[in-house]
């Protein structure tokens, strides 16, 4: 998810892609533990659009 995507979204479903998004990536890294992912850069993805939204979140907070 790129960065002017989540600058659109409101707090509720920033909350709503952040749960939905921290899911897949638990998801995706026990897959990938179990049986080596075809493309692992999912997970590096994954983990980045976590970390783009939780950061949206306590930016929006702290104003």
Known sequence: MKQSEIKELSITDLREQLGTLQKNYTDLKMAHAITPM????QLRSLRRSVARIATELTKRELQ
């Open 38 to 41: 075809e493309n692992p850069l």
